[in-house]
């Protein structure tokens, strides 16, 4: 059992910076990931970056590369998102989810995160 706790979210205008961060809790593995979604609303929820727990390697969703970064602090259990240039269309909540193995194929999609955090809101005004 995982446990993930997202913070860190709020309000910025375009073009500003925030840094989100998930607190992982529970027994965790080299071959699992933590995940970052997005959902906005009316909207499905969406894929933004992972990140593999034990090789620390990170990937990103195509709306996302070049101004998001992902890492993770493997002696605190925590994953942080920064976010940089941030535009009002990354306005959503976000969530921090756990993979508990892995796969190149299929890391982009919901149904390989079993283990979900409740979502923290940004809002990015014009």
């Known amino acids: 059992q995982v446990q993930l706790v997202e913070s860190g979210g709020g309000s910025v205008q375009a073009g500003g910076s925030l840094r989100l961060s998930c607190a992982v809790s529970g027994r965790t593995f080299p071959g699992n990931a933590i995940g970052w979604f997005r959902q906005a609303p009316g909207e499905e929820r969406k894929f933004v970056s992972t990140?593999?727990?034990?090789?620390?390697?990170?990937y990103y969703g195509d709306s996302v590369k070049g101004r998001f970064t992902t890492s993770r602090d493997t002696s605190t259990k925590t994953v942080y998102l920064q976010m940089n240039n941030l535009k009002p269309e990354d306005t959503a909540i976000y969530y921090c989810?756990?993979?508990?193995?892995?796969?190149?194929?299929?890391?982009?999609?919901?149904?390989?995160?079993?283990?979900w955090g409740q979502g923290t809101q940004v809002t990015v005004s014009s």
């Open positions: 990140i593999t727990w034990g090789e620390g390697t990170p």
């Open positions: 989810a756990a993979d508990p193995l892995w796969n190149r194929w299929t890391y982009r999609h919901l149904r390989e995160y079993i283990y």
